[in-house]
């Protein structure tokens, strides 16, 4: 196809510097959106077991809830019955305290003399730290202020797609499944960077689109309304529901497995994981149920969810409900589900996790070509030895990426040793000491000799992983060889790479932010003559 | 023969693309309500595509806005359009 040579070249800009301001930002994103994609795994992993009694069978949940809500009143302005139990999740009744963002949640189980047992949450907070991770493109800022970053990385993120696309339309059909691997190892890259791009382009400009509004829709709600909604509306009220008085009559309630059963039968296909009980304003009791069906996609990063009426079992609010919902309902559900990857099941899933390591992949090839043709160009230029600029790019092109694949292996293990004492607080000290640690390596020893350290380095990191499950099989029973397995196969991809890094270092072209044959070179040569020494097969610089 | 385009003046395209690009959006996210009948239901689910066209709407003039000759142009051109689509919203009596 043909577009005129200007455009081209404009667009090619365009999408050089777009790209370098976004890149590192978004491999972050998209390693950590990958790993999040195991996010219920992940838990199950790293969560301690608790000292609770085992959970009790669902037909006895009304008897634990009974006791909740002796013990506990206010548990009674909502609480959830989980009708799936496991190390993520060892409570049949839990209940939460304070705001949305931060909640305290409480596990309540019977012992076996029936007694009440309360425990405060114990599942790990790691796989939230690194869904946390994800959302701020691994911003260590106030959530208020990260936002409106990742959203003007996600609308550069989008320009780089479309002028990525303008930029290789003319070339795309014989461009197309051509990966040349050869001597031209920037030639190589580019034709993965193209092959990458095109292949997983319907899942960028998704993954594009959805983080511009998961970054803004609050501030687009707020303009619609300050436009279009009519202000002599009265506000609906905000406050919390009063607690119901103990003596109030309170409705006869299905018990949960009444429940999931009555759901479960209106909409076949659907499996109940989970029901939440609370009081609307009025105090009518409300029952809000979650659970999954993978025909259809979720409106929740894993399950979808239906209101129903807790006395009668009929369901009352079905927009969100896999499979129940009207076209609209199922229109805005279907932005959700393309973006957490929530339908169809495992298949999907492994797919989001290789098209999330293979945007990662994306990114990081595109910075490798943005720092390459800068030293190109700027050895056109006259330029001898690299710039500050180009070095510093070229460190941190190694640094970011392996510090943040290593921070999240080390804070994944650090799950295990930590056990019930692990909060967000220390897994983000974590995975922020060993990020900088990488990114700090990088700067002091050089983009080519910090790759050779920092690839195996990483490797070793995810070993750790599997390390944990090991040393802790004691305390900590082993539940998801899953993890374990996925770890090891990074570790191996990673040892590979070092190998081709290696390989790359003493045979590529010298004056590669790669190389390693300069600092050869300068040992015993004056700067001067070092110089040019490190490219004597070149024309001189005009 | 006009002159090439380049990628040099693209401080006053962007800005264009940003400011008058999201102005324009929210405006067919307006007219789109009042086509649907959203009034003040903004969280129903026709309330919420509303709101979800506006990315990309926004985007698409953000990516394709350096194809304006200038700066200048870009800020006329746009703010062409986005006052079309709000005088429009006035003149159906959208706003607030």
């Known amino acids: 196809m043909k577009v005129r040579t200007d455009i081209l ?22 390693f950590a959106g990958a790993v999040t994609m195991f996010e219920e795994p992940l838990q199950g992993w ?29 548990a009674a302005r909502s609480y959830d019955v989980h009708l799936e139990t496991g190390p993520e999740n ?46 701020q493109v691994g911003l260590p800022f106030a959530h208020e202020i990260a936002m ?9 993120y989008f320009i780089a797609l479309v002028s990525g696309v303008i930029v290789l339309l003319p070339s795309l059909v014989s461009d197309f499944f051509a990966v040349r691997v050869g001597k031209n190892v920037k030639r190589m890259w580019l034709d993965v960077h193209n092959v990458l791009g095109i292949v997983s382009l319907p899942f960028h400009v998704i993954m594009a689109l959805t983080a511009v509004v998961f970054a803004f829709h609050d501030e687009f709600y707020d303009l619609q309304g300050a436009a279009f909604m009519d202000r002599g509306a009265p506000r609906a009220q ?108 495992a298949p999907i899933r492994w797919s989001y996790f290789l098209l999330g390591l293979a945007g990662a992949m994306l990114f990081y090839t595109g910075n490798l070509l943005w720092v390459e043709s800068r030293r190109k160009r700027e050895r056109k230029a006259g330029a001898v030895t690299q710039t500050r600029a180009t070095r510093t790019l070229g460190a941190l092109t190694a640094g970011v990426p392996l510090g943040c694949v290593a ?46 350290e920092l690839v195996p380095a990483a490797a070793l990191a995810f070993l750790t992983i ?48 790669w190389s390693h044959r300069r600092r050869e070179a300068v040992s015993d040569t004056p700067p001067h003559a070092a110089a040019h020494a490190t490219a004597p097969e070149r024309k001189p610089a005009i | 023969m006009t002159p090439p385009l380049t990628s040099r003046n693209w401080a006053g395209k962007t800005a264009a693309g940003l400011v008058l690009g999201l102005a324009f959006a929210l405006g067919v996210s307006g007219l789109l309500a009042a086509l649907l009948d959203v009034r003040d239901s903004f ?54």
Not at chain 1, 99 to 116: G, K
Request: proline residues 9%; aromatic residues 10%; glycine residues 8%.
């Open chain 1, 9 to 30: 070249r404009m667009y090619k800009e365009i999408h050089g510097w777009v790209g370098i301001v976004s890149g590192l930002a978004l491999f972050i994103a998209f």
């Open chain 1, 46 to 74: 790293a969560s301690p077991p608790t000292s609770l009694s085992a959970p009790v069978p669902l037909a006895r949940a009304p008897e634990l809830v009974e006791a909740v809500l002796a013990a506990h009143p206010e």
């Open chain 1, 90 to 135: 060892p409570a049949r009744v839990t209940w939460s305290q304070g705001s949305r963002r931060n909640p305290q949640v409480f596990l309540a189980a019977l012992a076996p003399d029936s007694t009440l047992e309360v425990e405060a949450q114990a599942a790990s907070p790691v796989a939230q730290f690194v869904d946390m991770l994800h959302q």
């Open chain 1, 148 to 156: 409106p970053i990742m959203g003007a990385i996600s609308l550069l």
């Open chain 1, 238 to 345: 905000m406050a919390p529901p009063a607690l119901p008085s103990p003596r109030a009559q309170r409705p006869q309630l299905l018990t949960p497995a009444e429940l999931a059963q009555r759901v479960e039968s209106q909409a076949p296909g659907f499996t109940v994981r989970e029901i939440n009980y609370r009081m609307d304003r009025e105090g009518t009791p409300q029952a809000r149920i979650s659970g999954r069906d993978p025909r259809f996609g979720l409106r929740g990063p894993t399950f979808g969810m239906v209101e129903a009426d807790p006395v009668t079992g009929s369901l009352t609010d079905t927009t969100y409900m896999p499979g129940l919902q009207d076209a609209w309902g199922a229109t805005i559900t279907s932005f959700f589900a393309l973006h957490f990857g929530s339908f169809g099941g």
């Open chain 1, 407 to 452: 921070g999240i292996a080390v804070t994944l293990a650090a799950a295990k040793p930590l056990g019930i004492e692990a909060t967000a607080g220390i897994h983000s000290a974590i995975y922020y000491a060993v990020f900088t640690g990488f990114v700090a390596w990088a700067l002091v020893r050089g983009a080519a000799r910090a790759a050779l």
């Open chain 1, 466 to 513: 599997p390390l944990a499950s090991m040393a802790f099989i004691d305390i900590h029973p082993w539940s998801q060889p899953l993890v374990d397995a996925v770890s090891v196969a990074l570790a191996a991809s990673l040892a590979l790479a070092a190998r081709a890094a290696r390989h790359r270092a003493r045979h590529g072209p010298r004056d590669s932010i």
């Open chain 2, 43 to 96: 969280f129903s689910p026709q309330g919420q595509f509303t709101m979800w066209i506006i990315a990309p709407i926004w985007c698409a003039v953000l990516s394709l806005c350096f194809l304006f000759r200038s700066g200048p142009r870009a800020w006329l051109w746009l703010g062409l359009a986005a006052a079309a689509v709000w005088l429009t919203l006035f003149a159906v009596g959208s706003l607030s």
